[in-house]
Every structure is written in C-alpha cells, then in structure tokens.
C-alpha cells in the first residue's frame, strides 16, 4: 500500500496568469519588456527606504502592465484563470496543447505581492478536457511542475498558498462555529 504525501498544500483559486513554451522567444515587438524590467528593478532598489513610494511604483506598474495585457491579442497575455497552485507546481485550463516534459514559463501576479513573477516549470501532463457545447473552444488541462533553483519565487508562491488556506479555514470555522469569531 503507497501514501501518497505532497510536499506543499494545494489550493483552488482565481490568478492573473499567462503562460508561455520556453522554445518561444518573448515577443520582439514588446518595447514595453525592458522598460518593466528596469521599473521592476528600481521598485526593488527603492523598496528598503522608500516602502509607500515603492508600493505605489508596484501599483502603476502592474495598472499599466494589465491594460497591456487586455489590448494584446497574444496567446501569451496574461488574464484571470482557475487555477490550482502549490509551491510545487500549478494545473490550469489553457487552449493550447503542450507536450509532456517540455519547459514553460508561467508569469503570475500574486495579490501577496502585487508584482509579476515568472516561474519556469516542467509540463507533467496535458490532457484534453471534455466540452460540454459543440461551439465550445477545445480546452487542455495543462500540469507542470516548478523547476529546481527558483527558491526566492517559489517561497512567494508557498507564502501566498498559505495565506489562501488560512482564509479557507477561517471560513469554515466561521461556518461552523461563528461564536469563534
């Protein structure tokens, strides 16, 4: 008889994400990329000593990086998604099809943090999902594990599972026992 015993605790809920294969070079048209890239350095050079200045940086940047992304007709863009997510890794519907083993980057704006973050991971499995309506877009369930060596960004992803999961309990007891509360 085998146990099966995750490493990081799983939760269910709603992300900005966007997802791309590795084989694809970001987007040469994008002349907004350096630029965020810079901001997003100056954000981290700033934060120690200016924390509201910083914070406010971080706002605008991510303001100007989601009307970005609504106008974009990229594949790639980054948009609100179901997703399951762990320090481990991530399962989410996509209309694209990617080969088991292949290398993704997944960009996430987690609500912990309010800055992206890009997380590359390995694709487990990808298996069609049925549709219920013929009109419907064909729908993948996409799985993939985050690849060794990216501590810092993992430790925000487990950091914002967690702060999930306490919600969700905090619920449930209010639920169960609002004289907790």
């Excluded at 995750?6 to 070079?25: A, N």
């Excluded at 200045?53 to 974009?72: F, G």
Aim: hydrophobic content about 35%; overall charge negative.
């Amino acid at each position: 008889m085998s146990i099966e015993r995750r490493e990081y605790f799983r939760v269910d809920t709603s992300l900005i994400m966007g997802w791309r294969p590795l084989s694809l070079e970001p987007a040469d048209e994008d002349p907004l990329l350096e630029i965020n890239q810079q901001v997003g350095q100056a954000i981290i050079e700033y934060a120690p000593e200016h924390s509201a200045l910083a914070h406010l940086m971080t706002l605008l940047n991510n303001k100007i990086d989601a009307v970005r992304d609504e106008l974009s007709v990229s594949e790639n863009r980054r948009r609100k998604r179901r997703v399951n997510i762990s320090g481990s890794g991530i399962a989410f519907n996509t209309t694209r099809v990617s080969d088991r083993g292949s290398e993704i980057e997944v960009s996430l704006l987690l609500p912990t943090t309010n800055t992206p973050i890009a997380v590359t991971a390995e694709v487990v499995t990808c298996q069609r999902v049925p549709v219920e309506r013929n009109d419907e877009q064909e729908q993948f369930r996409l799985r993939a594990r985050y690849q060794e060596g990216q501590d810092a960004l993992t430790e925000q992803i487990v950091h914002f599972v967690s702060r999930i999961q306490q919600q969700i309990l905090a619920e449930r007891r209010h639920l169960t026992n609002p004289e907790l509360l």
